[in-house]
């Protein structure tokens, strides 16, 4: 089993960044994602990365503003959001294990942090 802590949220005014965290308590080599939920909607993908590290894809609402990335050696997770808009505002989860942008298929999730845009 993996924990997967996440960091980095918080309250924000639009067009301002934020740069999250996920820490996992083991190496764990898999694929993993950001994801996100606003209050009364579904959960939906923002952003996947392959084990390389290299491969990743974006959400087409975030693509050119937010960016996804690894630290193998820091067993991290991040999501760099550049030019955050209000609709950006929900509870952000990193996932392990799974394919992208499904998150039924992932099977490890991290508590969330909250992002919120104004």
């Known amino acids: 089993h993996v924990q997967l802590v996440e960091s980095g949220g918080g309250s924000v005014q639009a067009g301002q960044s934020l740069r999250l965290s996920c820490k996992a308590s083991?190496?764990?080599?898999?694929?993993m994602g950001w994801f996100r939920q606003a209050p009364g909607k579904e959960r939906e993908g923002v952003a996947g990365?392959?084990?390389?590290?290299?491969?990743?894809i974006h959400a087409d609402s975030v693509k050119g503003r937010f960016t996804i990335s690894k630290d193998a050696a820091k067993r991290t997770l991040y999501l760099q959001m550049d030019s955050l808009k209000p609709e950006d505002t929900a509870m952000y989860y990193c996932?392990?294990?799974?394919?992208?942008?499904?998150?039924?298929?992932?099977?490890?999730w991290g508590q969330g942090t909250q992002v919120t845009v104004s």
């Open positions: 996932a392990a294990d799974g394919r992208y942008p499904c998150p039924r298929d992932f099977a490890h």
């Open positions: 083991r190496t764990y080599e898999v694929r």
């Open positions: 990365i392959h084990v390389d590290g290299i491969t990743t």
